[in-house]
């Protein structure tokens, strides 16, 4: 079965950016009919979707995030990336990876989840 | 961007039905899909579409919506759907997604 798995640094520092992994285990990040989404969710607080990117290359991004958010998707290591610059103490968060996926009548839900990855901004 | 409405908490007696319902104005025009978040868990999608369940999710789960209103009911509910449920839709733009402010469920 298809397993989501984020990773990177636990800390970032006020200013910097904010880098994060998600390897897709068990399937393609390469097949169709999937968007791979970033989502996260400050401590105590409800869910934000931060953006996605499908395995072609086109990117949505939240608007209150788009100036400074990038995802990219890299096939070879069946893995898509989250950054996000200039970070601060409202960045922190537990950080989701998602596979946005539709049905053959064109509805669209986020059906897996990582486990998530807590990223404090702090100095 | 659009947003999605829902009451903070509710309440219900072990084996009764409860609503959960979500406004917002895209939902004239997009489904919704459900989450239930356990605490310090990733969330699960339990509805999506006009009443679809993915596999292994109770079918004391079910969805629906009427204009600008969302709503995920359970039926039967039990100690373990005690959690917190999220909606999520796009916006109207059709662009972006939004996440529902989220309802605490308390099974009496």
């Known amino acids: 079965q298809v397993q989501l798995q984020e990773s990177g640094p636990g800390l970032v520092k006020p200013s910097e950016t904010l880098s994060l992994t998600c390897t897709v285990s068990g399937g393609s990040v390469s097949s169709g009919h999937y968007y791979w989404s970033w989502i996260r969710q400050p401590p105590g607080k409800g869910l934000e979707w931060i953006g996605y990117m499908s395995y072609s290359g086109s990117t949505k991004y939240n608007p209150s995030l788009k100036s400074r958010v990038t995802i990219s998707v890299d096939t070879s290591k069946n893995q898509f990336s989250l950054k996000l610059s200039s970070v601060t103490a409202a960045d922190t968060a537990v950080y989701y990876c998602?596979?946005?996926?539709?049905?053959?009548?064109?509805?669209?839900?986020?059906?897996?989840w990582g486990r998530g990855t807590l990223v404090t901004v702090s100095s | 961007s659009s947003e999605l409405t829902q009451d903070p908490a509710v309440s219900v007696a072990l084996g009764q039905t409860v609503r959960i319902t979500c406004q917002g104005d895209?939902?004239?025009?997009?489904?919704a899909s459900w989450y239930q978040q356990k605490p310090g868990q990733a969330p699960v999608l339990v509805i999506y579409g006009k009443n679809n369940r993915p596999s292994g999710i109770p079918d004391r789960f079910s969805g629906s919506s009427s204009g600008n209103t969302a709503s995920l009911t359970i039926t039967g509910a039990q100690a373990e759907d005690e959690a917190d449920y999220y909606c999520?839709?796009?916006?109207?733009?059709?662009?972006?997604?939004?996440f529902g402010t989220g309802t605490k469920v308390t099974v009496l």
């Open positions: 999520n839709s796009r916006d109207n733009s059709g662009d972006h997604y939004v």
């Open positions: 895209s939902l004239r025009n997009y489904y």
């Open positions: 998602a596979r946005l996926s539709v049905d053959t009548t064109m509805v669209w839900y986020f059906d897996l």
